[in-house]
C-alpha cells in the first residue's frame, strides 16, 4: 500500500484547529476516489520528554501508486490540498510512503 502523510506543528489555537479538521477538512478529505483508509493520530508526547514538535498525524492509504497517483488528479484531491494549505499552510508537512512487510 501507498500513502500520503500529513504531519502538523502545534497550531496556535489547538481548539480551533481540531474543529475546523475534524468538521472541515476530513469530510472533504474522505472524498477523495480511491481512499482506502484514513487513520488521524495525535501525538500525545515524545518518549523524551515533552510535547514533540508535532501535534497531528494523518495517514492516507491507496492500494498503490498507480491508484494513489490517479486519486491526486482528481477535484476532490485538489479541493483537500487547497483546503490544507489554506487551514494549515504553514503547519504542515507531506510525505509519500510505501507500507513494506518484512
Not at 74 to 88: C, L, P, R, V
Request: charge should be negative; proline fraction near 4%; hydrophobic fraction near 35%.
Amino acid at each position: 500500500m501507498i500513502k500520503m502523510i500529513a504531519l502538523y506543528k502545534h497550531p496556535e489555537n489547538k481548539e480551533v484547529f481540531d474543529e475546523y479538521y475534524k468538521g472541515t477538512h476530513t469530510p472533504i478529505t474522505e472524498k477523495i476516489p480511491g481512499l482506502r483508509k484514513m487513520e488521524v493520530t495525535k501525538i500525545i508526547g515524545s518518549p523524551m520528554g515533552g510535547e514533540g514538535k508535532y501535534y497531528l498525524m494523518c495517514e492516507m492509504y491507496y492500494d498503490d501508486m498507480a491508484s494513489f497517483k490517479a486519486a491526486m488528479k482528481t477535484d476532490e484531491a485538489k479541493a483537500s490540498g487547497k483546503d490544507a494549505m489554506k487551514f494549515a499552510g504553514d503547519l504542515i508537512t507531506l510525505m509519500i510512503g510505501e507500507e513494506v512487510n518484512e
